[in-house]
């Protein structure tokens, strides 16, 4: 029988990646924009996070099983939007994770994105990478517990040294009403990665119980750290400029170290996002296949249940990228761009599911309040990120909401039954 998540290994595996390296950029943006009102603005950040996480668990809970939360978007909506949903979020993990590898070789390099140095930090991340994901979930859940708890405790002790050993006060003036609607609009990038949740349904040890209990606890251990980063980042000493930098918040508890611990964080938190989300969806990807979406070999499962070919098929299409960047043949900005809006669309669905599901009108409309973030958000993404979502929903309709579309795989379906290996 194989080991299933408890709640501490789930725990761990939503902590890292809904944190992101947007705890480390975001911060010192928003005390930028919202000046006085920075504190406020993560506040309310962090409880439309809540309401999303609440929406994904419960959601989760319901409709089981790798597919995730497209499984929720059909019930409500039909098979052919459960097929757009999937093909939006495949459609952005093809793209995203390969500008977080490079973001974290830039941590590991600890210069600018266009050395070298950085694009071989990312490729030299990929190779553990790859030999992670293919492990069961669990195994890969306590590893991101680890590496979660070491954030969470390296930046809740800087944040709180410094709450207890303020510097002078910031003189900060209060942002325009549109300035502080830009920043929370900023922060709602930090809500999303809830979603990716759902495509570890499956592999949950009594999810009934173990979904709420984890999916509390890692809200309550993001929402700590957020918060304890925005109280204290405008009490910190700056030293580089008239706004203190992450760096400034670490520094007067690990001094020397607080640069290298930087760089540490920022590559463990771009590790711990890849694996989790890269994982899922080669769940979704062995899932569609299975269904005869997709090529059928890409349902091939190993010993430890994992989709080891859809893992291997997506990790190979990140290393080409990031190859294609280190000749210039491809921007990082158009990576981020296309899977930014493709994940919008993507979340967008899942909280109109929420909405028409639940059996609440409360939790109905609690989901349906997210909606216009994400909308608006979208409304803002670049022309890039239009057509890839134009694209995908082309891609997903091709075979009018029929399993085993020949133009999406049902050929290779028919043709070829599901082995074991890898």
Known sequence: MRKKMSVPALAGLLVGPVLGSGILLLPPLVLQGARALSFEAWALTVLLMGLF?????????????DGGLTEAVGRAFGPAFRDVCGCLLAGAVCFGPAAVLLTAGQYL?????LSGRA????????????????????????????????????????????LFHPAEPLLLDRP?????????????????????????SAEIETP??????????????????????????P?????EGALPSMTDLLRPLFGLLATPLLLLLGTLLCLCTYVMIVGGVARLVASLAERG?????????????????????????????IGAVALGLVDVADLIGVANGLFLLNALLVVAAGARLFPSPA????????????????????????????????????????????????????????????
């Not at 009934?208 to 980042?233: M, N, S, W």
């Not at 009490?235 to 030293?239: C, E, I, M, V, Y």
Request: glycine share 10%.
């Open 53 to 65: 996480a609440a929406v994904t668990a419960a959601l989760s809970l319901r409709f089981p099983g």
């Open 109 to 113: 390099a600890g210069e600018s994105l």
């Open 119 to 162: 694009l071989a930090g990312a490729l030299f991340l990929a190779l553990p990478a790859f030999f992670v994901i293919r492990r069961r979930a669990a195994f890969v859940g306590h590893l991101a517990l680890w590496a979660s708890s070491l954030i969470a405790v390296v930046l809740l002790a800087a944040s709180l040294y410094v």
């Open 176 to 200: 325009s009403p549109l300035q502080f609607g830009k920043v929370v609009m900023l922060l709602f990038w930090a809500v999303i990665g809830w979603e990716i949740l759902g495509n570890y």
């Open 208 to 233: 009934e119980r173990t979904i709420p209990k984890a999916a509390g606890l890692a809200f309550a251990a993001v929402a700590a750290v957020d918060l304890a980063v925005a109280a204290a980042l």
């Open 235 to 239: 009490r910190s000493p700056a030293t």
């Open 293 to 321: 979406r997709l090529p059928r070999f890409l349902a091939v499962r190993n010993e430890g249940g994992v989709p080891a070919r859809a893992a291997s098929a997506l990790t190979a299409m990140h290393v080409v990228q």
């Open 363 to 422: 939790a109905r409309w609690g989901s349906l309040a997210l909606a216009p973030g994400f909308l608006l958000l979208f409304a803002m993404a670049d022309r890039l990120s239009l057509l890839a979502a134009v694209a995908a929903l082309l891609v997903s309709l091709a075979g009018g909401g029929k399993e085993g579309s020949p133009l999406l795989g049902g050929g290779w379906a028919e043709a070829e039954g599901v082995r074991g290996g890898d």
